[in-house]
C-alpha cells in the first residue's frame, strides 16, 4: 500500500514568512509523529499526534511552530514568521499505535533565506 | 535524558565484508527500539523493529541484537554490497515515552 506522503519535497521561502508542510499517513495509522533534521544535527523530535488526543507539542522549539491533525488523518506543519535557523528537513511519521515501528515520509526540506 | 550513541560515525569496507554497527544508551529502560537506513537526500526507511522482550530481529542478510543489560544494540549486515551504502541510524522508546530518541548514525561505504 502507499507509505507515508509529504509535501512539498521542497520550498525556498524568504525569511519572515510563513510555510505549510503537509503530511499524508499511512491509512489507518493512529499515531503521527513531525521530526526536524538539521545539517550536522540528528533527529529531533516536533510533535506528536495519537487519535483524537491532545496532540504533545513538547518539542515544538518555539510559538512560531504549530500544527494539526485533521479527522485523524492529515496533518499540517505551519511555521510562521520562518528564520534561517529554521531551514532543515521536516520529516513526517505514521504508526499503527504508539510504541510500534514508525514508518517516515521523505521528508520536506525547507530553505530560508 | 536519554543518550544515545553509534559508534564508528563512519566506517568503508571492500564488497563482501560484514558489517557490524554499533549502538549503546543510557537508559535501561528500554521498550522498543528500530533501525532504518537514511540514503542522501531521503526520508528513513524501517529495517528493523526488536520489542522490549526480544533478543534479536532478522530480515534477509540483516540481524540485530539487543541487550538492555549492557546498553547496546548491534545491527550486522553480512557479505556486504555497494547498495547499502547509507547511513544507518539506531532509535529507541524509553518505557515511559513515545517518542523515538535517535543516535547521530553510522555512514557506511561500501567499496564495490
Known amino acids: 500500500g502507499a507509505g507515508v506522503s509529504q509535501s512539498p519535497s521542497n520550498k525556498v521561502t524568504e525569511k519572515g514568512k510563513d510555510v505549510e508542510l503537509r503530511c499524508d499517513p499511512i491509512?489507518?495509522?493512529?499515531?503521527l509523529y513531525w521530526y526536524r533534521q538539521s545539517l550536522g544535527q540528528g533527529l529531533e523530535f516536533l510533535i506528536y499526534?495519537?487519535?483524537?488526543?491532545?496532540?504533545?507539542k513538547s518539542g515544538l522549539p518555539s510559538d512560531r511552530f504549530s500544527a494539526e491533525r485533521t479527522g485523524g488523518s492529515v496533518s499540517t506543519l505551519t511555521i510562521q514568521r520562518t528564520q534561517q535557523e529554521d531551514s532543515a528537513v521536516y520529516l513526517c511519521a505514521s504508526s499503527l499505535q504508539r510504541y510500534n515501528e514508525q514508518f517516515f515520509g521523505p521528508g520536506t526540506r525547507l530553505t530560508v533565506l | 535524558k536519554q543518550e544515545v550513541t553509534q559508534i564508528p560515525a563512519a566506517l568503508s569496507v571492500p564488497e563482501g565484508e560484514n558489517l557490524v554497527l554499533n549502538c549503546s544508551f543510557t537508559d535501561s529502560a528500554i521498550y522498543n527500539l528500530q533501525w532504518f537506513r537514511q540514503d542522501p537526500g531521503k526520508g528513513l526507511t524501517s529495517l528493523l523493529l526488536?520489542?522490549?522482550?526480544?533478543r534479536e530481529q532478522t530480515s534477509g542478510r540483516l540481524n540485530a541484537s539487543l541487550d538492555k543489560s549492557s546498553g547496546r544494540s548491534t545491527l550486522y549486515i553480512a557479505a556486504s554490497q555497494p547498495g547499502d551504502s547509507a547511513t544507518y541510524l539506531c532509535?529507541?522508546?524509553?518505557?515511559?515515552?513515545?517518542?523515538?530518541?535517535f543516535g547521530a548514525g553510522t555512514t557506511v561505504t561500501v567499496r564495490a
Open positions: 526488536i520489542q522490549s522482550s526480544q
Open positions: 491509512s489507518g495509522h493512529t499515531a
Open positions: 532509535a529507541f522508546f524509553l518505557s515511559n515515552d513515545y517518542k523515538l530518541s
Open positions: 499526534f495519537q487519535g483524537n488526543s491532545a496532540p504533545d
